[in-house]
């Protein structure tokens, strides 16, 4: 059964990068099928889409984040990662990882892993 | 200000049926397909509807979903307080090229 797992720091200084990895486990980030992307939710707000990734490394990201944000990819550790430059504490939320059937659904998630954004 | 538009929230008594409207566009819900997603308080999303209308397997027929041109619809029959929950619509977002998400609906199983 494919499992997503979140990892990173749970606190990040104001203007600095945050720096996420999802481990991928049941199975293989270089399917064809499907791409990996990152979704988060500020607190008590709703899912707000960040990027997402294909195992060949082409990326799409959200228009509002896309000049603070890399999505990477590596295939040898079944992993791919976020990274989110000068955070504020807008961005104080909880990070998911999740499987993207491309254009159709996120049909796994991973458990999410919170982020603060303070000094 | 999400792009795609939902109730903020919606209730109904136990063994009774509730319908969650999401409202898009051309370039969102009217040209591409449309999933549901359930957030069981404390929990990370889960897939309820893909497709718009097509059910992952372990999800019961109770919840069924709809599209009609640029609006979608869950319906969730025989309520129970399980279900109790916010509610998500998702499609892809073809004139930008990303993902949009609704602004999530509670249900409220009275």
């Known amino acids: 059964q494919l499992q997503l797992q979140e990892s990173g720091p749970g606190l990040v200084k104001p203007s600095e990068t945050l720096s996420l990895t999802c481990t991928v486990s049941?199975?293989?980030?270089?399917?064809?099928?499907?791409?990996w992307g990152w979704i988060r939710q500020p607190p008590g707000k709703g899912l707000e889409w960040i990027g997402s990734?294909?195992?060949?490394?082409?990326?799409y990201y959200n228009p509002s984040l896309k000049s603070r944000v890399t999505i990477s990819v590596d295939t040898s550790k079944n992993q791919f990662s976020l990274k989110l430059s000068s955070v504020t504490a807008a961005d104080t939320a909880v990070y998911y990882c999740?499987?993207?059937?491309?254009?159709?659904?996120?049909?796994?998630w991973g458990q999410g892993t919170t982020v603060t954004v303070s000094s | 200000q999400s792009v795609l538009t939902q109730p903020p929230s919606v209730s109904a008594a136990p063994g009774q049926k509730v319908t969650i409207s999401c409202s898009g566009s051309s370039s969102n819900i009217g040209n591409n397909y449309v999933s549901w997603y359930q957030q069981l308080p404390g929990t990370a999303p889960k897939l309820l509807i893909y497709?718009?209308?097509k059910r992952p397997s372990g999800i019961p027929d109770r919840f069924s979903g709809s599209k009609s041109g640029t609006s979608a619809t869950l319906g969730i029959t025989g309520l129970q307080t399980g279900d109790e929950a916010d509610y998500y619509c998702?499609?892809?977002?073809?004139?930008?090229?990303?993902?949009?998400f609704g602004g999530g609906t509670k249900l409220t199983v009275l």
């Open positions: 497709d718009n209308n």
């Open positions: 998702g499609t892809w977002d073809s004139s930008l090229s990303f993902w949009v």
């Open positions: 049941g199975g293989s980030i270089s399917s064809s099928s499907y791409y």
């Open positions: 990734i294909y195992y060949s490394g082409s990326t």
């Open positions: 999740a499987r993207l059937r491309f254009l159709e659904c996120m049909d796994v």
